[in-house]
Each structure stands twice: as C-alpha cells, then as structure tokens.
C-alpha cells in the first residue's frame, strides 16, 4: 500500500505525512529532501546547479541514501548524515534550479521506486509521476501567508520575506506541483495538524 501526500511548500507535507504514518504504523518517505541533499552536496562542491553532468557524477561517485523512519527520514552520504543541513534558506534558494533537471529527477524517482511497501510518500508529483497507481492520494494547500506564518515559527526571518520565497518556489515547481486528478485536495487554511491528519486517516479507514 501506498499513500501519497503532495503539495505546494509548507503546506504541511512532512508533519501531516509523519502522523498519518505513525497512526498507520508505516514509515513515510520525504521525497524533497532527496532533492535538497543534491542541491547541498552541489552547493558545498561550488558545482553549476544547472548542470546535470556534474551533480549526477557527485551522486554516482558518493551515494546519497535515504532512511524512512515513521518519525522522521534520515538522509546519508556515506557515514556522513546530512539531515540537519537540509533544510536552509541557502538550499531553498538552489534546490527548485536542481529538481528541474530530468536527470535528478530520474534519480530521485529511481531510489522511490526501490523502497519496499508499505510507506506514505510526501512530495511534490508523488501522486502524479512517481506513484500514480497509489491507493489514496491527498494533496495540500494553504494561502502563501498562513503557510509563511507557519514556516515563521521554524526559521528565525520575518513573515514577508518567507512568504515571498515561498511563493518564488511555488512559482519555480509548477511543473511537477499540480494534484493528481484523483487526489482529495485539503485546504489546511482553517484546520490545526492534527484535523487535517484525521480528514486523511478518516478517508484511509
Ligand atoms: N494544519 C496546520 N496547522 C498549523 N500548523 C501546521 C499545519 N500543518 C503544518 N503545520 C506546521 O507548519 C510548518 C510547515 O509544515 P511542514 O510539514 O514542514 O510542511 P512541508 O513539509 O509541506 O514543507 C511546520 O512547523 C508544521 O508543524
Ligand atoms: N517530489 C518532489 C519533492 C520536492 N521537489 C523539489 O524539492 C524542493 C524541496 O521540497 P520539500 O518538500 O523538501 O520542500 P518543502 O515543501 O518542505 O519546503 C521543492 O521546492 C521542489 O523544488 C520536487 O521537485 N519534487
């Protein structure tokens, strides 16, 4: 069985994903932060983002591995884990350039399809390209503020600038960003975590 949960950035895919997993008792898969770790390892190498050659020799030559956990994905280079570093600004700001090259695209969605069932698997195009014959699919949204003020508490940057990165992303992923057509699309605006968490578990049962 296969769950997916796509949608736009902080919609909330990672925490909804990480409870509807933990009631099923399942791992989730974080399909992004395969996306992230590409775009950090590029960065910390000084490679050109937009060149595909480089970055898939960076990954041939040192394989990035991801670790589903029902609490929470792990990511490794290596013994290296690079979790913690995944999630900054700076990776934000390079990791739509790297997801738009087919060919990462290809390896993200190679080390998907390896892992074994059953998972819920959160992302951006999980119910569209990567798992299109997934049993259910749930697709998030919340207006680019109430999205900000939630990032808001995470980060340490103000409302409007968030809400403004977050919209230039939005901008940047639409390609691999819209629901399936048989996804249940959740506006999360006017519910807390844990109600959008039992609008999925209730749909699962
Ligand atoms: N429905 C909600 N109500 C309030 N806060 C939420 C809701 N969904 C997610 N959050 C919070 O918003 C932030 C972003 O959620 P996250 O799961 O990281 O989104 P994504 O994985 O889509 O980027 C987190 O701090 C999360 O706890
Ligand atoms: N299935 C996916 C998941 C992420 N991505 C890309 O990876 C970036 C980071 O994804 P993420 O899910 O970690 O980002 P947030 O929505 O958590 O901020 C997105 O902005 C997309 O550019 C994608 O193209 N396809």
Same mark, same amino acid.
């Given at each position: 069985?296969?769950?997916?949960?796509?949608?736009?950035?902080?919609?909330?895919?990672?925490?909804?994903?990480?409870?509807?997993?933990?009631?099923?008792?399942?791992?989730?898969?974080?399909?992004?932060?395969?996306?992230?770790?590409?775009?950090?390892?590029?960065?910390?190498?000084?490679?050109? !983002?937009?060149?595909?050659?480089? !970055?898939?020799?960076?990954?041939?030559?040192?394989?990035?591995?991801?670790?589903?956990?029902?609490?929470?994905?792990?990511?490794?280079?290596?013994?290296?884990?690079?979790?913690?570093?995944?999630?900054?600004?700076?990776?934000?700001?390079?990791?739509?350039?790297?997801?738009?090259?087919?060919?990462?695209?290809?390896?993200?969605?190679?080390?998907?399809?390896?892992?074994?069932?059953?998972?819920?698997?959160?992302?951006?195009?999980?119910?569209?390209?990567?798992?299109? %014959?997934?049993? %259910?699919?749930?697709?998030?949204?919340?207006?680019?503020?109430?999205?900000?003020?939630?990032?808001?508490?995470?980060?340490?940057?103000?409302?409007?600038?968030?809400?403004?990165?977050?919209?230039?992303?939005?901008?940047?992923?639409?390609?691999?960003?819209?629901?399936?057509?048989?996804?249940?699309?959740?506006?999360?605006?006017?519910?807390?975590?844990?109600?959008?968490?039992?609008?999925?578990?209730?749909?699962? %049962?």
């Amino acid at each position: 069985m296969i769950v997916t949960i796509d949608g736009v950035a902080a919609s909330g895919k990672s925490s909804v994903s990480s409870g509807v997993a933990q009631a099923l008792g399942v791992p989730y898969v974080s399909s992004g932060l395969l996306y992230r770790a590409a775009t950090l390892l590029g960065l910390e190498a000084s490679l050109d !983002l937009h060149a595909a050659p480089g !970055l898939l020799a960076l990954l041939g030559a040192h394989p990035v591995r991801l670790e589903p956990l029902a609490g929470g994905n792990r990511v490794w280079q290596g013994e290296r884990e690079l979790t913690d570093d995944l999630h900054s600004s700076r990776v934000d700001r390079g990791v739509s350039v790297v997801a738009a090259l087919p060919e990462v695209r290809e390896w993200v969605d190679a080390q998907l399809r390896a892992l074994p069932e059953p998972f819920v698997a959160e992302g951006r195009d999980m119910g569209t390209n990567v798992f299109p %014959h997934a049993s %259910h699919k749930f697709y998030l949204t919340a207006s680019a503020r109430i999205r900000a003020e939630r990032r808001a508490r995470e980060r340490p940057e103000d409302v409007p600038a968030i809400e403004a990165a977050l919209q230039r992303r939005d901008e940047l992923d639409t390609v691999q960003s819209a629901p399936a057509p048989d996804a249940l699309v959740i506006d999360t605006g006017p519910l807390d975590l844990q109600g959008v968490i039992d609008t999925i578990l209730t749909r699962l %049962h």
